[in-house]
């Protein structure tokens, strides 16, 4: 008997676009990780006064509306994987970096060194913060969004996407920047940008929440699912649906 491919939907029908939101999850995950998840940004609002945010927020987001998506459309399995698969780009990524900036380096490229030591040389808290970080929050999403698909019997999508994306950026924004910066930010540093971060990001969401809605419901009518998780093995360690 053969295998049913990784996109197979139930009897073997295979999704036209799950592997497509995969890549794009996965893409939008090393992009917002590799590019500005260290440094620390900053903005003067009106009323609210300055505000400092970690420069990954305003891209980072978007992997929850994926997550989202995929929970709501093919259910927790199906997202479980593509969480994973985003693990381990995630970890590859890391690894690689790790290896190409310790590289002998030539002569003529040592200023160069410098600046992609700056850009690509995140410490190993910083690459363990956003590991543990984003596996743990996505987690988070999609269990409280599967699981408030099944309380609202499919009803009230915004609830869950909200509800969800709260649940999964607390846990994720409390674990990186306590992983990644306790001990070398002051800890009301630590505490007011995690905070930031977690309100911006969340806020984002919430903007983006009919964006959210048109692809979800796009998705449903394309594939003909709209998956509820009734007997699902809710373990974030397994691999196969």
């Known amino acids: 008997m053969s295998a049913i491919p990784a996109s197979a939907g139930p009897a073997g029908r295979v999704y036209r676009y799950y592997d497509f939101v995969m890549v794009a999850f996965v893409t939008v995950l090393l992009c917002s990780n590799l590019i500005g998840a260290a440094k620390a940004a900053q903005v003067t609002l009106p009323v609210i006064g300055t505000v400092t945010f970690g420069a990954g927020v305003l891209f980072f987001p978007i992997s929850y509306i994926f997550g989202d998506v995929l929970t709501e459309v093919y259910g927790y399995g199906r997202d479980r994987r593509v969480v994973w698969a985003g693990f381990a780009a995630l970890a590859f990524a890391t690894f ?7 590289m002998p380096v030539a002569p003529f490229m040592a200023d160069y060194q410098k ?3 700056d850009v690509f040389g995140n410490t190993w808290r910083i690459a363990l913060g956003s590991l543990i970080a984003f596996c743990c929050g996505s987690f988070t999403n999609s269990y409280v969004l599967a699981k408030m698909k099944l309380w609202t019997s499919g009803r009230w999508l915004w609830t869950r996407t909200i509800g969800s994306s709260l649940a999964g950026e607390l846990v994720d924004s409390s674990l990186f920047y306590v992983i990644a910066f306790y001990g070398i930010w002051p800890l009301e540093k630590v505490i007011q940008v995690a905070v930031a971060q977690y309100v911006l990001k969340t806020g984002w969401e919430v903007v983006m929440t009919p964006v959210t809605y048109k692809v979800v419901g796009f998705l449903k009518r394309a594939e003909n699912e709209d998956y509820f998780d009734r007997n699902t093995d809710f373990t974030p360690f ?3 649906v």
Not at 96 to 102: A, D, P, R
């Open 238 to 240: 397994r691999v196969r």
């Open 115 to 117: 600046s992609l030591q």
């Open 96 to 102: 690689m970096s790790l290896v190409v900036l310790n």
